[in-house]
């Protein structure tokens, strides 16, 4: 059945920001680390993200993708890191073992502790449920990335693209400036999901139209994509009747939104949080497994990959200490939940021990507001506040609490007002 | 009293800039708010004078693991000149072996500023070795 079993004290699965960044800590605290990833190339999602942004809070420093990704494969290598690239996991079982496959030879590892830090996919049209033909030309915006910036492939002339997502905008940009026509963006929701920076320099510099609370409601062409139909849509998604319009286009691109890539952590009995749609971690990101820890994109879909990358380093030194054996386990009855009160979609950690002391919360808004305000309470006591100007689902947030007593046992809860 | 609302795209925050400035925009003249930092003010200027924007794209390279680079002008061009910019980038083709850092073509669209490689590729026949 398997050809090989090996032993490490450190697994980290995928080899993106999120998984570099905790090889490296977990390797640097002295473990001996593992980092595995399906493609031939270190880096995850970034090789194919050639435009820049990157790097701001990470290294001070403006970089792009494949430049941000390299000194993260660098650090990691120095660090000690074994890299197996090309190599899948299949398989993620409970008592830390996983299954993996290299050009065809399957091999067993066991862990002191694995990381997962497998990333995301993206929605497609299926999951969304456009009607119409299923002509070819309509591509996630990801894949569209990947078949320009990768494989040198035209993807086509004139181009719609639903969603205005941060990869949608991107592809905006990209697609003009390899001399498509990109005619328009559509947004369901009354308000662009994407960064401010981006509707500027990627719509805005090219006089792409943006339209905001409107669909596409039909694709038609039957070999290839010929026009869609575009209509408007109420305050609950539904399409207003006459409203509709028909852009004629050759490539429909999909920006609808990324998904955490969790069929490993279902496998091994993880606890999914539906509000993610990630694992349910504690304050130093192990899932309900022991021993298994999850960061990155794989635990929530984060709009940064610096931050993706910082929280792979605090899951990777947990993970480092676990196998060390510098780790005290929690007792469930020290564990309070971490709850996301009015305003709030969703908190990560979704639980703490009670006796933490510092902590770091990342969370996102419900709607979009020109001022919050952010209250960390503890029952009836407040533990930290902080004053956003401009809060919006699309961005996440993150808080540092800091106390030296323990937090009360019904546990924190997190809001905005 | 002129004024102007200006996305600041030099950091993930992208602050809502308010311009205003009497006569001709210059240091002296220029008020801004909304700047969460002092780059806000410098970047606002630059975009009413000459608004200036990085240019990132990809090169055909011959001989290597992988079909193309990835490259990008080394600091931001004028906005005006990123089309030239392009078609001159468009035009180049690199050879394998290419790292990050290596200059792909200087001074392009006559900017003075050099395209440099940010995703390079090996020689094709090492791989698998
Ligand atoms: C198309 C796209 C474009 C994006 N653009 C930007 C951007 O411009 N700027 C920005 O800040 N953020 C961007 N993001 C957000 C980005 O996801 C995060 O910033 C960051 O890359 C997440 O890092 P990660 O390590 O969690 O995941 P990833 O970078 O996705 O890495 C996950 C890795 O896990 C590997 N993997 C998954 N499953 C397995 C398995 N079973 N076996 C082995 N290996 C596996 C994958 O091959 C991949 O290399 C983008 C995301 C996507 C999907
Ligand atoms: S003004 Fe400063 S903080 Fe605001 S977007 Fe510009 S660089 Fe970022």
Redesign the interface.
């Known amino acids: 059945m398997v050809d090989s079993t090996r032993e490490t004290d450190v697994v980290v699965i995928g080899g993106g920001p999120a998984g570099l960044a905790a090889a490296t800590a977990a390797a640097n605290e002295g473990a001996d680390v593992l980092l595995v990833d399906r493609n031939v190339q270190l880096g995850g999602i970034l090789?194919q993200c050639?435009?820049?942004?990157f790097g701001?809070?990470a290294f001070g420093k403006?970089l792009?993708g494949?430049?941000f990704a390299?000194r993260y494969v660098r650090e990691a290598l120095e660090a000690g890191v074994t890299a197996c690239t090309d190599t899948l996991v299949s398989n993620l079982s409970r008592n830390r073992e996983i299954i993996c496959t290299t050009s065809g030879k399957r091999s067993r590892i066991r862990a002191k502790s694995i990381v997962l830090a497998m990333g995301c996919r993206e929605r497609t049209r299926g999951m969304i449920q456009i009607p119409g033909t299923r002509p070819a030309g309509v591509y996630t915006a990801g894949m569209a990335q990947w078949l320009?910036?990768?494989?040198?492939i035209r993807i086509g002339q004139r181009v719609v693209i639903l969603g205005s997502g941060d990869i949608g905008l991107i592809m905006a940009r990209?697609l003009t400036?390899e001399g498509a026509e990109v005619s328009a963006v559509i947004e369901k929701l009354p308000y662009p999901s994407g960064?401010?920076?981006n509707?500027?320099?990627c719509l805005e510099?090219y006089d792409i139209p943006l339209y905001l609370s409107h669909s596409v409601s039909y694709i038609h062409g039957r070999d290839r994509v010929e026009a869609v139909t575009v209509a408007k849509v109420d305050e609950v998604g539904e399409f207003i009747r006459r409203s509709e319009f028909r852009i004629p286009c050759d490539t429909l691109l999909l920006s609808v939104g990324l998904i955490p890539e969790n069929e490993l952590s279902r496998q091994a009995g993880i606890q999914i949080d539906p509000a993610t749609s990630g694992a349910s971690v504690d304050e130093r990101y192990m899932t309900n497994v022991e021993g298994i820890f999850s960061c990155g994109n794989v635990l929530h879909i984060h709009?940064?990959a610096d931050w993706a990358a910082e929280e792979g380093d605090r899951a990777g030194r947990s993970a480092a200490a676990f196998a060390l054996g510098g780790y005290r386990s929690s007792n469930a009855a020290a564990r309070v939940p971490i709850s996301a009160g009015d305003g709030v979609r969703y908190v990560v950690p979704q639980s703490a021990d009670r006796s933490t002391q510092e902590l770091l919360l990342s969370f996102r808004v419900t709607a979009p507001r020109d001022e919050a305000t952010i209250c960390v309470n503890a029952g009836d006591s407040s533990l930290a506040t902080k004053k956003l100007?401009?809060a919006h689902p699309a961005?996440m947030v993150q808080m540092s609490v800091a106390t030296d007593h323990p937090f009360d046992e019904s546990g924190l809860e997190v809001r905005s007002t | 009293m002129t004024t102007r609302i200006v996305t600041c795209i030099l950091c993930p925050n992208g602050c809502e800039l308010e311009v205003g400035y009497q006569g001709e925009p210059s240091e002296e003249t220029l008020h801004v708010d909304g700047n969460r930092c002092p780059k806000g003010k410098h970047y606002a200027l630059d975009e009413l004078l000459d608004p200036k924007r990085t240019l990132t794209t990809s090169v055909l390279v011959l001989g290597g693991e992988q079909p193309l680079i990835s490259v990008k002008t080394a600091t931001p061009i004028s906005r005006a000149l990123v089309s030239k910019a392009r078609s001159e980038i468009q035009g180049a083709v690199a050879r394998a072996p290419v790292a990050i850092g290596d200059v792909i073509l200087a001074n392009v669209a006559g900017t003075g500023v050099d395209v440099v490689v940010t995703r390079g590729t090996h020689l094709r026949h090492e791989h698998g070795k």
């Not at chain 1, 320009?148 to 040198?152: K, L, V």
């Open positions: 090789n050639i435009h820049d942004g701001l809070h403006i792009t494949p430049e390299d320009t910036n990768m494989a040198n990209r400036w960064l401010a920076r509707i500027t320099q510099d709009d940064l100007r401009r961005s």
